[in-house]
T-cell receptor
Protein backbone atom coordinates (compact mmCIF):
# COMPACT_ATOMS: atom_id res chain seq x y z
CA UNK A 1 0.00 0.00 0.00
CA UNK A 2 1.15 3.50 -0.79
CA UNK A 3 -0.41 4.91 2.38
CA UNK A 4 -0.32 8.71 2.27
CA UNK A 5 1.19 10.33 -0.82
CA UNK A 6 2.04 14.01 -1.09
CA UNK A 7 2.81 15.92 -4.26
CA UNK A 8 4.95 17.77 -5.06
CA UNK A 9 7.95 16.89 -2.88
CA UNK A 10 9.64 20.25 -3.40
CA UNK A 11 8.53 23.64 -4.66
CA UNK A 12 9.92 27.15 -4.85
CA UNK A 13 7.48 30.03 -5.15
CA UNK A 14 7.84 33.77 -5.47
CA UNK A 15 5.95 36.01 -3.09
CA UNK A 16 2.37 36.42 -4.26
CA UNK A 17 2.22 33.25 -6.34
CA UNK A 18 -0.35 30.58 -5.65
CA UNK A 19 -0.14 26.81 -5.50
CA UNK A 20 -1.97 23.69 -4.39
CA UNK A 21 -0.49 20.81 -2.43
CA UNK A 22 -2.13 17.46 -3.00
CA UNK A 23 -2.53 14.69 -0.44
CA UNK A 24 -3.92 11.29 -1.36
CA UNK A 25 -4.54 8.31 0.93
CA UNK A 26 -5.54 4.80 -0.04
CA UNK A 27 -6.53 3.54 3.42
CA UNK A 28 -10.17 4.69 3.27
CA UNK A 29 -9.54 6.97 6.26
CA UNK A 30 -12.21 9.44 7.33
CA UNK A 31 -9.93 11.99 8.97
CA UNK A 32 -7.24 13.99 7.20
CA UNK A 33 -4.94 16.75 8.40
CA UNK A 34 -2.45 19.31 7.15
CA UNK A 35 0.45 20.28 9.40
CA UNK A 36 3.43 22.54 8.91
CA UNK A 37 6.78 21.85 10.51
CA UNK A 38 9.29 24.58 11.29
CA UNK A 39 12.60 24.22 13.15
CA UNK A 40 12.09 24.02 16.90
CA UNK A 41 8.31 24.26 16.65
CA UNK A 42 7.17 20.70 16.13
CA UNK A 43 4.09 20.21 13.99
CA UNK A 44 1.36 22.84 13.91
CA UNK A 45 -2.11 22.00 12.62
CA UNK A 46 -3.29 24.15 9.70
CA UNK A 47 -6.64 22.62 8.74
CA UNK A 48 -8.29 19.26 9.08
CA UNK A 49 -11.25 17.30 7.76
CA UNK A 50 -13.46 14.74 9.48
CA UNK A 51 -15.05 13.50 6.29
CA UNK A 52 -15.72 14.13 2.63
CA UNK A 53 -17.05 17.63 2.06
CA UNK A 54 -16.07 18.92 5.52
CA UNK A 55 -13.15 21.06 6.66
CA UNK A 56 -12.21 22.87 9.86
CA UNK A 57 -9.53 25.31 11.03
CA UNK A 58 -6.57 24.23 13.10
CA UNK A 59 -4.05 26.30 15.05
CA UNK A 60 -2.53 28.28 12.15
CA UNK A 61 -5.11 28.51 9.32
CA UNK A 62 -4.46 32.05 8.07
CA UNK A 63 -3.23 32.25 4.48
CA UNK A 64 -4.36 28.70 3.63
CA UNK A 65 -7.48 27.11 2.24
CA UNK A 66 -8.41 23.45 1.94
CA UNK A 67 -10.89 21.24 0.15
CA UNK A 68 -12.02 17.64 0.61
CA UNK A 69 -14.14 16.92 -2.46
CA UNK A 70 -13.25 13.23 -2.44
CA UNK A 71 -12.68 11.08 0.62
CA UNK A 72 -9.21 10.03 -0.49
CA UNK A 73 -7.91 13.51 -1.31
CA UNK A 74 -7.21 16.59 0.80
CA UNK A 75 -5.91 19.70 -0.96
CA UNK A 76 -4.07 22.58 0.67
CA UNK A 77 -4.04 25.88 -1.21
CA UNK A 78 -1.92 28.98 -0.83
CA UNK A 79 -3.62 31.87 -2.65
CA UNK A 80 -0.84 34.43 -2.26
CA UNK A 81 2.36 32.92 -0.90
CA UNK A 82 4.44 34.80 1.66
CA UNK A 83 7.99 34.12 2.90
CA UNK A 84 6.50 33.21 6.31
CA UNK A 85 4.93 30.20 4.62
CA UNK A 86 8.33 28.70 3.89
CA UNK A 87 8.10 25.38 5.69
CA UNK A 88 7.76 21.63 5.36
CA UNK A 89 4.14 20.61 4.98
CA UNK A 90 2.89 17.22 6.13
CA UNK A 91 -0.40 15.57 5.38
CA UNK A 92 -1.75 12.87 7.68
CA UNK A 93 -4.78 10.64 7.92
CA UNK A 94 -6.37 8.35 10.47
CA UNK A 95 -9.19 5.92 10.37
CA UNK A 96 -11.38 6.93 13.29
CA UNK A 97 -11.94 9.80 15.67
CA UNK A 98 -10.68 7.77 18.62
CA UNK A 99 -7.91 9.70 20.29
CA UNK A 100 -5.67 6.64 20.41
CA UNK A 101 -5.80 5.82 16.70
CA UNK A 102 -2.49 6.54 14.95
CA UNK A 103 -1.82 9.29 12.44
CA UNK A 104 -0.31 8.10 9.16
CA UNK A 105 1.90 10.73 7.59
CA UNK A 106 3.14 11.41 4.09
CA UNK A 107 6.78 12.26 3.48
CA UNK A 108 6.22 15.98 3.28
CA UNK A 109 6.42 18.84 0.80
CA UNK A 110 9.28 21.29 1.24
CA UNK A 111 8.12 24.75 0.18
CA UNK A 112 10.34 27.79 -0.15
CA UNK A 113 8.84 31.23 -0.77
CA UNK A 114 11.30 33.87 -1.92
CA UNK B 1 -5.06 26.62 24.16
CA UNK B 2 -3.44 23.31 25.02
CA UNK B 3 0.33 23.22 24.76
CA UNK B 4 2.90 20.47 25.04
CA UNK B 5 6.47 21.31 26.01
CA UNK B 6 9.26 18.88 25.34
CA UNK B 7 12.68 18.82 26.94
CA UNK B 8 15.45 18.74 26.15
CA UNK B 9 15.24 20.21 22.65
CA UNK B 10 18.47 18.55 21.61
CA UNK B 11 20.43 15.66 23.03
CA UNK B 12 23.77 14.28 21.85
CA UNK B 13 24.98 11.16 23.61
CA UNK B 14 27.40 8.30 23.20
CA UNK B 15 26.23 4.84 22.16
CA UNK B 16 25.33 2.78 25.22
CA UNK B 17 24.18 5.68 27.38
CA UNK B 18 20.68 6.03 28.82
CA UNK B 19 18.46 9.06 28.31
CA UNK B 20 15.04 10.43 29.19
CA UNK B 21 12.89 12.82 27.19
CA UNK B 22 10.04 14.71 28.84
CA UNK B 23 6.71 15.96 27.54
CA UNK B 24 4.81 18.31 29.86
CA UNK B 25 1.58 20.27 29.83
CA UNK B 26 -0.72 22.12 32.20
CA UNK B 27 -3.66 20.47 30.45
CA UNK B 28 -5.11 17.00 30.84
CA UNK B 29 -5.01 14.77 27.78
CA UNK B 30 -7.22 11.75 27.20
CA UNK B 31 -4.29 10.01 25.52
CA UNK B 32 -0.76 10.76 24.48
CA UNK B 33 1.27 9.43 21.58
CA UNK B 34 4.98 9.33 20.82
CA UNK B 35 6.28 9.52 17.26
CA UNK B 36 9.76 9.27 15.77
CA UNK B 37 10.72 11.14 12.64
CA UNK B 38 13.76 10.56 10.45
CA UNK B 39 15.14 13.11 7.96
CA UNK B 40 13.04 13.44 4.81
CA UNK B 41 10.20 11.36 6.18
CA UNK B 42 6.99 11.85 8.09
CA UNK B 43 6.63 10.91 11.76
CA UNK B 44 5.88 7.30 12.59
CA UNK B 45 3.93 6.24 15.66
CA UNK B 46 5.88 4.48 18.41
CA UNK B 47 3.27 4.11 21.14
CA UNK B 48 -0.01 5.38 22.55
CA UNK B 49 -0.67 5.68 26.29
CA UNK B 50 -4.21 6.23 27.53
CA UNK B 51 -4.36 5.50 31.27
CA UNK B 52 -2.83 7.67 34.00
CA UNK B 53 0.28 5.95 35.37
CA UNK B 54 0.49 3.59 32.41
CA UNK B 55 3.91 2.24 31.46
CA UNK B 56 4.61 0.68 28.07
CA UNK B 57 7.82 -0.92 26.85
CA UNK B 58 8.99 -1.23 23.29
CA UNK B 59 12.31 -3.12 23.36
CA UNK B 60 14.77 -0.60 24.88
CA UNK B 61 12.20 2.21 24.98
CA UNK B 62 10.00 2.77 28.04
CA UNK B 63 7.07 5.17 27.91
CA UNK B 64 5.19 6.48 30.92
CA UNK B 65 1.99 8.52 31.18
CA UNK B 66 1.73 10.70 34.27
CA UNK B 67 -0.85 9.87 36.92
CA UNK B 68 -2.70 13.13 36.21
CA UNK B 69 -2.42 12.60 32.43
CA UNK B 70 -0.64 15.93 31.99
CA UNK B 71 2.84 14.64 31.24
CA UNK B 72 4.77 11.75 29.75
CA UNK B 73 8.32 10.52 29.48
CA UNK B 74 10.34 8.40 27.11
CA UNK B 75 13.34 6.55 28.48
CA UNK B 76 15.84 4.84 26.19
CA UNK B 77 18.22 2.28 27.67
CA UNK B 78 21.60 1.67 26.05
CA UNK B 79 20.99 4.00 23.13
CA UNK B 80 22.16 2.94 19.68
CA UNK B 81 22.94 5.02 16.57
CA UNK B 82 19.72 3.68 15.04
CA UNK B 83 17.78 5.58 17.73
CA UNK B 84 18.90 8.88 16.19
CA UNK B 85 15.95 10.99 15.11
CA UNK B 86 13.37 13.56 16.14
CA UNK B 87 11.03 12.40 18.90
CA UNK B 88 7.63 14.05 19.09
CA UNK B 89 4.91 13.72 21.69
CA UNK B 90 1.31 14.43 20.73
CA UNK B 91 -1.82 14.75 22.82
CA UNK B 92 -5.47 14.74 21.93
CA UNK B 93 -6.65 18.34 22.05
CA UNK B 94 -9.94 19.93 23.11
CA UNK B 95 -11.50 18.16 20.18
CA UNK B 96 -10.88 14.44 19.92
CA UNK B 97 -10.23 14.94 16.19
CA UNK B 98 -7.09 17.00 16.72
CA UNK B 99 -3.64 16.06 17.92
CA UNK B 100 -1.44 18.77 19.43
CA UNK B 101 2.27 18.15 18.96
CA UNK B 102 5.17 19.10 21.18
CA UNK B 103 8.16 20.96 19.75
CA UNK B 104 10.24 17.78 19.56
CA UNK B 105 13.51 16.42 20.92
CA UNK B 106 16.28 15.87 18.43
CA UNK B 107 18.43 12.91 19.51
CA UNK B 108 21.87 12.13 18.13
CA UNK B 109 23.53 8.91 19.25
CA UNK B 110 27.23 8.86 18.39
CA UNK B 111 28.92 5.50 17.70
Amino acid sequence: NAGVTQTPKFRVLKTGQSMTLLCAQDMNHEYMYWYRQDPGMGLRLIHYSVGEGTTAKGEVPDGYNVSRLKKQNFLLGLESAAPSQTSVYFCASRGTGKTNSPLHFGNGTRLTVT
Amino acid sequence: TQLLEQSPQFLSIQEGENLTVYCNSSSVFSSLQWYRQEPGEGPVLLVTVVTGGEVKKLKRLTFQFGDARKDSSLHITAAQPGDTGLYLCAGAGDSSYKLIFGSGTRLLVRP
